[in-house]
């Protein structure tokens, strides 16, 4: 097989086969599931190599991973049966930038900083932020969405189009430049969130947005984590748009104080940014003022000044990190679930409750504007009882949400560890999902072992 590779890419520095290399990637970023080694891994460099690398692969039942930087948490990027794992390193190319048309085209292995980057040159950005420095790519594989889904939607919603390869080598493009489109079966949605399950992408058309003239950032504190979720509920019910509005609880800010040396105060916070017109923006705050107020806000601060927001979201960015690094001999076990608005609240409550009743530390934080949260607990994998603990509590967060029209992951994907709860979530639709990957992935080699059981 190593040599028929090298025929294909031709060039022995995007081969390896090194035991180093291949542990790189062999995990996600910083999730509980097993590292497995893919066989080798491969550097392509443009769609023509990518088609030859799938199809022959496809020849010989060869599986295939894509790989961005790792940065997923549900063990998508985990070649558990080895193969070949696809670095698109040497694919990170902005390929055209149609500002007056408001688009792009870029290569999966475009990270959203270098594209912002150079959005910014042109008054544009994209606004997908999913924490950390993603690749689009992978972004796209899982639907990513982050913090600015309150007011942008997903990662799905910014795609217009896209060109990608099958499991035979077959190279197909999707969408178009136009904002809309009525034409045919939606195959962008589709391959959006198939997690590489379905195709190999090679290019993607996005959306992008005129930069704000404004934004204000807030950090405002709460007495418990009900009326922190109260007081975002009634700001969307009051149809303000922020632009971003994220829960960090004390276990969080604890965890960014040590990790980021800043001085929080250690109690259930909202994050928040508001964008638009400057005096569009001032009504906002003063009307946000009135809601933080009836919800007890004990302390909020907020201003116009870009180091004060680049500090709040850094530190946002990095609660992962920071949780992880306060527990540094454990992997992070992270839930997902998104529930409807009016739940949250209640479904916050019950998480916490749950953790204590389980004696599990961890933390709470999440994209609260839509509804989506997450439960992050350390957790000793050589401890079977801690690994037991972590697993229930889990699958009773998951419940709770799905028995209230909530979905078992809102932004990381199924993977490996959302697997047994999709066909309680979607019912017989999970057997026409098993035909859709039959019918383009026959001989199973894309990303194999993920999504379903």
């Not at 997903?154 to 499991?167: K, S």
């Not at 589709?190 to 399950?197: A, R, V």
């Not at 504190?221 to 009326?227: G, H, I, N």
Request: glycine share 8%; net charge negative.
């Amino acid at each position: 097989m190593l040599e028929d590779l090298m025929k294909i890419i031709r060039d022995p520095k995007r081969i390896s086969t090194s035991v180093a290399i291949r542990q790189q990637h062999s995990q996600d970023l910083t999730s509980y599931h097993a590292q497995h080694l893919p066989d080798v891994v491969l550097y392509p460099r443009d769609k023509e190599e990518l088609r030859e690398i799938v199809a022959y692969a496809n020849r010989i039942g060869c599986p295939i991973v894509p790989f961005g930087l790792g940065t997923s948490v549900e063990g998508q990027v985990v070649p558990i049966q080895g193969g070949i794992s696809l670095d698109f390193t040497h694919m990170s190319r902005i390929l055209e930038i149609r500002e007056e048309d408001f688009a792009v085209r870029v290569e999966p292995g475009v990270t959203r900083v270098q594209l912002n980057q150079e959005l910014k040159k042109y008054g544009l950005f994209f606004p997908i932020d999913p924490g950390v420095d993603a690749t689009l790519g992978g972004m796209a594989a899982t639907n990513a969405s982050g913090c600015s889904a309150v007011r942008y939607g997903t990662t799905r919603e910014q795609i217009l189009g896209m060109e990608a390869i099958l499991a035979d080598g077959s190279l197909i493009h999707t969408g178009s430049l136009a904002k809309k489109s009525s034409a045919g079966y939606n195959l962008t949605h589709l391959l959006t969130g198939s997690e590489g399950t379905l195709a190999v992408f090679t290019e993607l058309t996005l959306r992008v947005y005129g930069l704000p003239e404004a934004f204000l950032y807030a950090k405002v504190v709460f007495p418990d984590l009900q009326k922190a979720c109260k007081a975002a509920n009634r700001m969307l019910y009051r149809s303000i748009q922020p632009s971003k509005i994220e829960l960090v609880d004390e276990y969080t800010i604890q965890a960014i104080n040590s990790y980021k040396q800043t001085k929080y105060e250690a109690k259930p916070t909202l994050f928040l940014e508001l964008s638009g017109w400057k005096s569009t923006v001032l009504d906002e705050w003063d009307r946000v003022k009135e809601i933080i107020q009836d919800e007890s806000a004990s302390e909020w601060n907020y201003t116009f000044d870009e180091e004060f927001g680049d500090q709040l979201w850094d530190a946002r960015r990095h609660a992962a990190l920071a949780i992880a690094a306060s527990a540094p001999e454990k992997k992070l076990m992270t839930t997902d679930v998104c529930v409807p608005l009016s739940i949250l609240p209640e479904a916050v409550i019950f998480a916490r409750g749950v953790m204590q009743a389980e004696d599990l530390q961890g933390a709470i934080l999440g994209h609260i504007g839509d509804g989506n949260y997450h439960a992050v607990f350390p957790i000793d994998m050589s401890l079977p009882e801690e690994v037991a603990k972590a697993e229930k509590v889990n699958e009773l967060i998951v419940r709770f949400a799905l028995e209230r029209g909530g979905t078992c992951t809102g932004e990381h994907g199924v993977g490996l560890g959302k697997k047994s709860y999709l066909t309680e979530e979607h019912g017989d639709a999970v057997l026409w999902m098993k035909k859709i990957k039959e019918v383009l992935d026959p001989n199973n080699i894309l990303n194999p072992g993920k999504i379903f059981q």
